[in-house]
């Protein structure tokens, strides 16, 4: 029974839907671009230069570990790529390049890759290494300190959540939404412009690579427990719209807290995941010592990921 | 193939054919030059009746040793002109025995005479392997006593309408394979499971229980139907322990069909699906070689294609277009090279897909992290490994293209081969 023709044999399903992860990695990479577009508009060339070599060297790191561990090459799923870019983003636009060479470097390979690269990372990458760098490097990572030589025609030249943890809600009364919303505020290069942030984050949802439930409980947490603040003593605590356009809510909510392999799966757990971290980010504004909580807030969320998913449907069939 | 729509938000889902358009009548393949059948045995010795040159006749028992129920019927008159060890899926051993074909077929009359008596003996030692391929062992299981009989209408696969087809068509001959089998087993529930939307033209031309499912892929697995019926699931122990047994729609009209001829069929209905999609029916003898039927319908097979026993979703690939259909082949899909997806060693990445379009709520994510280490026992023990009902969409709609339907029938393969092992043990 010799056949002259080869054919493939493999076990089924023969169909595929034709999803993988290069597609969502540059999927990702596109929906972020607006983002990032308006800040290098804001903040010109440094910005670019930032984005750059942020994206160059988390390709070169995840290259180097894949060569140093002989493990196959897997820069070309553009997960690095996109790891580098996220970086990019919330870094402030004077970051000088050893700061972006430290940041991808601990996102890729103490990040990801001693954990066993893509899919293995406990942590979201990006959150870990920026929350690293912000421990480190303070005042590189201070936007008000950071950007003190660029010329920048905004509402107000400090940054708004700095300003409110020290002078209280009547320092930043002057900023409108709308003006926040438009990225009109001093902050991350790609973390400002809440419209270009939110245009990626429908694409993304839309096209399911990130759970809807996680961003939307994420934006309600901070924005219910930004109002309950708010309600209780507003002289204090700043309304809830300012918490969610200012900072880094929103590409939290929509770029840092989905990342796949370190958030819940199941519908509930999803739930209870992204609306703890709204609130961790608001209590840490509020009460703790750090001008921004989302990071935190999303390292805390990603720690409590395995036991939530815990909370899943029960399986079919199942007489116990 | 279907893709993933722009909008993946909404999940995929795929309904079942109805077989609702004009019934076309199947092309009658003739017998070919060769045919292959398989006798479900490993290859030791054999008696002096099965040896190469011997003459055979349509409807006759092969069998490797006198006495021995496993056998394969003839489905054509001829030679023997080879046999052969078989290496099936599983490692399981089997022996092919090739007959050539000569002149007009000549009635084996063995049958005639035991018909007399419809007895489960008789279906076991004429019947096991009729197109359908009914399984009439657990029927005869006194440990483990049967008190439902499903004939199993819906299809297995996506695409495939083979067994609707049949009711429509062959009303009269399920209807006395049904007779028989009450006759034989004394079981009464025969219950006849139909997709929803195509109930209203079956109900009343047959002689059982019509259950409706969904036309909805997988509802109608078999093992989603036993759900349905019992609310449970067998565990490792297998389907047995239920007490329902699956028969298919084919094997009953074939049953039917031999105690109202005389004569055990030898002819099964496949589907032929070709590389555009194209549906075409045959008529073809048990044991033909696939390659004969693809030729019929003009489907080009070059290398590097894939060709396919049964649906999309839950098939077997074959290796060689000389491989003949068996009594269980329902259908035959060619696909193009172009269009043949690649699995990948990638990690799962906990994107959670599989576990939104699990029917059975399996936390597919966690399992095949399990499975991919071959800790077989655990994933069974905590990640309901027994909840899945064999659909494939996981693997289906894996981002990281992970082989995960795979790896769930080798860990139910391993984990049943350590029970049976136990249980040997235990005697």
Same mark, same amino acid.
């Given at each position: ?39 290098? *508009? ?77 899919? *293995? ?200 | ?59 006759? +028992? ?119 089998? +009450? ?64 028969? +298919? ?106 576990? +939104? ?71």
């Amino acid at each position: 029974m010799n056949s002259k023709k080869t054919l493939i044999v493999s076990h089924a399903p023969f169909w595929h839907d034709g999803s993988g992860i290069p597609e969502r990695s540059y999927h990702t990479m596109i929906a972020a671009l607006p983002a990032a577009c308006v800040g290098i *508009a804001y903040y010109g060339a440094p910005a670019l230069g930032v984005i750059s070599l942020a994206m160059a060297s988390a390709i070169l790191w995840e290259l180097l570990l894949n060569y140093a561990s002989k493990r196959p090459i897997t820069v070309g799923n553009g997960n690095a790529a996109l790891i580098g870019l996220l970086i990019a983003m919330v870094l402030p636009a004077s970051a000088p390049w050893w700061l972006v060479l430290i940041g991808t470097f601990l996102a890729i390979v103490i990040g990801m890759q001693i954990f066993g690269g893509i899919g *293995a990372n406990p942590f979201n990458p990006v959150a870990l290494a920026i929350a690293i760098l912000m421990v480190s490097y303070k005042s590189h990572l201070d936007f008000d300190a950071a950007l003190v030589n660029f010329s920048i025609d905004f509402p107000s030249s400090t940054n708004p959540l700095a300003a409110l943890k020290a002078f209280g809600p009547a320092a930043v009364e002057h900023l409108t939404p709308v003006d926040l919303f438009m990225g009109r505020q001093v902050g991350g290069i790609g973390s400002s412009c809440g419209l270009a942030l939110t245009l990626g984050g429908v694409y993304l949802i839309l096209r399911g690579i990130i759970r809807w439930e996680i961003s939307i409980a994420f934006i309600a947490g901070v924005f219910i427990s930004a109002m309950l603040f708010n309600m209780v003593d507003p002289i204090h605590y700043a309304p809830p719209a300012f918490h969610l356009l200012t900072g880094y809510t929103l590409i939290g909510a929509f770029f840092l807290a989905t990342e796949s392999s370190s958030s819940p799966v199941n519908f509930i757990p999803m739930l209870v995941y992204g609306a703890l971290g709204g609130v961790m980010t608001v209590l840490i504004r509020n009460i703790g010592a750090y001008v921004d909580g989302v990071i935190f807030a999303i390292l805390l969320i990603n720690l409590i990921n395995p036991l939530v998913d815990k909370i899943r449907p029960k399986a079919i069939g199942k007489v116990a | 193939m279907r893709k993933r729509s722009f909008f993946g938000l909404s999940k995929p889902s795929f309904h079942y054919e109805l077989a609702t358009g004009p019934v076309t009548d199947p092309v009658v393949i003739p017998a070919p030059e060769t045919v292959t059948l398989y006798i479900k045995q490993e290859l030791k010795r054999t008696s002096s009746n099965l040896k190469v040159g011997a003459p055979v006749k349509t409807g006759q +028992r092969l069998v490797l040793n006198e006495g021995d129920d496993i056998c394969a019927i003839s489905s054509v008159t001829g030679t023997i002109c080879a046999i052969a060890p078989f290496l099936a899926d599983y490692g399981r051993a089997w022996t092919a025995v090739t007959i050539k074909t000569e002149g007009s077929d000549t009635p084996d009359t063995e049958f005639a005479e035991a018909m007399q008596a419809p007895t489960l003996e008789t279906l076991n030692r004429y019947l096991a392997t009729c197109p359908g391929e009914p399984d009439i062992g657990p029927l005869m299981d006194e440990r483990n006593p049967v008190h439902t009989i499903v004939i199993y209408g819906g299809n297995a696969d996506i695409l495939i309408d083979t067994s609707l087809y049949l009711f429509k068509q062959s009303a009269e001959a399920v209807n006395a394979g049904i007779e028989i089998l +009450r006759k034989a087993t004394g079981i009464e529930d025969i219950v006849i499971v139909i997709p929803e939307e195509s109930v209203q033209n079956y109900s009343g031309h047959l002689d059982a229980r019509m259950e409706p499912v969904s036309s909805q892929y997988p509802y109608a697995q078999p093992l989603m139907v036993l759900h349905q019926l019992t609310g449970r699931l067998p565990d490792e122990k297998g389907m047995a322990s239920m007490g329902v047994h699956f028969i +298919r729609a084919e094997a009953v009209a074939a049953i039917g069909q031999a105690f109202s001829s005389g004569s055990l069929p030898a002819e099964k209905t496949v589907a032929v699906i070709d590389k555009q999609g194209t549906k075409h029916l045959a008529r073809a003898r048990v044991g033909t070689p696939v390659g004969v039927l693809l030729k019929t319908f003009d489907v080009q097979v070059n290398d590097q294609d894939k060709i396919i026993f049964g649906g999309p979703m839950t098939g077997n690939a074959i290796y060689s277009e000389d491989l003949p259909i068996g009594p269980g082949t329902d259908a035959i899909l060619v696909q193009d090279k172009s269009v043949i997806p690649l699995y990948s060693d990638y990690p799962c990445i906990n994107c959670g897909d599989c576990v +939104r379009i699990c029917p059975a709520n399996v936390p597919v994510n966690l399992l095949v992290r399990f499975l991919e280490a071959g800790q077989y026992t655990e994933g069974a023990d905590l990640y309901d490994l027994y909840s899945c009902i064999e659909c494939g969409l996981c693997s289906y709609v894996c981002v990281s293209r992970i082989p995960i339907y795979q790896y769930i029938k080798l860990a139910k393969y391993e984990i049943g081969r350590i029970t049976s092992a136990e249980e040997l043990n235990e005697q």
